[in-house]
């Protein structure tokens, strides 16, 4: 047999493999990967948005631990006022909070606070009660000023209020 009479073709190879299109595998992995960041993100953002509430938790722990040792009612009532405003500062940055003075700043406290019922007058009013009154006047005292009243309601009133869930802006309203 001639060369020339058989028309043979030389060997040809197959094209080398590409890396597009993905294969399937490759896309269940991408995919894991953005879930998996998505979850991290997610999780981050949810612990810390509550970590606001847990440093609160602590500070309060700690002002009553320490009114507890030392029976200070005026030291206590300055610890909580400072406590209740640096609160409210975190819980509405983009409010004016920090100019709030006097009968305003406890009808703040009262309107913002969500526990609450509305439906009771007295509940709505708790702040502005000769309990929440101490809030205006104890941190402009000297420290060895005696003040006298009731140290647990004040406690509970301002525990109340800290712990409670709190929107963007109280109640719809703008101060």
Known sequence: MNEQTLNLR???????ISWWPLAPGWWLLVAGFILMLAVIFISRKIYLKKQLKRDI???????????????????????LSVLLRRASMSYYPKMNIAGLTGDKWLSYLDQTCL?????????????????????????????????????????????SWLLAKHKETPRGQSL
């Open 57 to 79: 938790k602590s500070e309060l722990e700690n002002i009553k631990l320490q009114f507890q040792q030392s029976k200070n009612k005026s030291q206590l009532a300055k610890s």
């Open 10 to 16: 030389d060997i040809h190879l197959p094209e080398a």
């Open 115 to 159: 526990n609450r019922s509305s439906s009771s007058r007295s509940a709505s009013k708790q702040f502005q009660s000769e309990t929440g009154k101490v809030l205006l006047t104890a941190p402009y005292l000297p420290e060895n000023a005696r003040l006298e009243y009731d140290a647990q309601a004040l406690i509970h009133l301002c525990e």
